[in-house]
């Protein structure tokens, strides 16, 4: 009796026991694994008044912050993506199929679209490569492309390639609370902005190349290896595809009153295209020196061609002379003048130097040798 009251006392203790046990288990949730950025993931950020708040969340948990906060949006950088990291930000942002399409690919031309209330700017980024001595296979302008999607709480930035880091963008927008307080096309302005400089950049590094290349042309010494120009000339047309396509989208941008850039970030916008125009102008003179000094090149290389073939006729000339004579005494005729001449040989040998000493006199007097 003794054991069965002791035991009936041990069950209920029991009982409680395992009840507290299970019901942490199963009655109180496990802690939320939490969630990373994936590698394609530069920076992700929420702006609230032009100010970011702090940490840097999951886009997903970001962007359900933004549409909370009034005055918010959040940035999200994206570089090199692949294509489940995109797909899965596309279905996050809501995105049109078409514009995560355009995101995952490369090389696309600047350009401004508008598909499903969401802006498609793409611009092309540059860079400069340093090199000691340009050859024929110098990289000198490495080109990528950027692309920013605008939403109502959100903008997008995709880069593609190793030019046109957009951190120190952030950086630099980030203590501008005033302008970054207009929204997304605050940071397209600031992209747009930081593109335009990296032109004006990679120009003036351009022109030292063109100075150097225009002075090996012209030396006395020696010319340039024409195909160090072409290589150059490759270069520059790169560098000019990249630049000259987004004139066309950035008057759209400031012209479009609209659905473009609202009206306190119209006039950056106007200062953008300004910059712009600079950089254009400047490739443009760029390429068309470049294709005059590629002409002059090639002109240089005819006359040295010209004045080849020249001193070539005239050495032929000189020798056939020699064979004209020594054709005519060696017939074995019966009935020859000077054959039994006793300084026949030797007046023939001095006629065959005569002759080609007064040709060569000849034709170094009229420039040819």
Wanted: charged residues 25%.
């Amino acid at each position: 009796m003794a054991r069965r009251a002791a035991a009936a006392r041990l069950i209920p203790r029991l009982g409680s026991l395992v009840d507290r046990v299970l019901g942490r288990e199963a009655g109180a949730s496990a802690p939320t694994p939490r969630r990373s950025n994936p590698d394609a993931v530069v920076d992700c950020a929420v702006y609230v008044n032009g100010r970011r708040e702090a940490g840097r969340p999951h886009y997903a948990d970001a962007y359900a912050r933004s549409q909370r906060g009034r005055n918010a949006f959040v940035w999200l950088g994206l570089h090199d993506p692949g294509a489940a990291v995109t797909a899965a930000v596309g279905r996050t942002f809501g995105l049109d199929e078409f514009v995560v399409e355009r995101a995952l690919a490369d090389g696309h031309r600047p350009t401004v679209q508008r598909h499903a209330g969401v802006t498609l700017l793409v611009l092309r980024t540059a860079s400069y490569v340093e090199h000691t001595e340009l050859t024929a296979t110098s990289e000198v302008v490495d080109t990528g492309d950027v692309m920013v999607l605008l939403g109502d709480r959100f903008v997008i930035t995709v880069r593609h390639g190793a030019s046109g880091a957009l951190t120190p963008v952030r950086h630099e927008i980030e203590g501008r609370p005033a302008v970054l307080a207009e929204g997304p096309w605050a940071v397209a302005y600031a992209v747009a902005a930081r593109m335009t400089e990296l032109y004006l950049e990679v120009a003036a590094h351009l022109e030292k190349d063109l100075e150097r290349v225009e002075e090996s042309v012209f030396a006395r010494d020696r010319g340039a290896d024409i195909q160090h120009i072409y290589q150059l000339k490759r270069e520059v047309v790169e560098f000019k595809r990249a630049v000259l396509p987004l004139q066309e989208p950035m008057r759209a941008l400031v012209a479009d009153r609209a659905g473009g850039p609202p009206p306190g970030l119209r006039r950056w916008f106007v200062d953008v295209e300004g910059r712009l125009t600079r950089a254009v102008e400047r490739v443009a003179a760029y390429d068309e020196l470049l294709n005059s000094v590629l002409q002059a090149r090639l002109a240089q290389l005819a006359v040295d061609q010209n004045n080849d073939m020249r001193k070539i006729a005239a050495w032929a000339a000189i020798a056939a002379t020699q064979t004209a004579v020594a054709g005519v005494y060696g017939m074995n005729f019966a009935h020859m003048p000077e054959l039994t001449w006793r300084y026949g040989y030797p007046g023939a040998l001095l006629l065959m130097a005569t002759a080609a000493l007064v040709l060569h006199r000849l034709f170094r007097r009229s420039g040819w040798l």
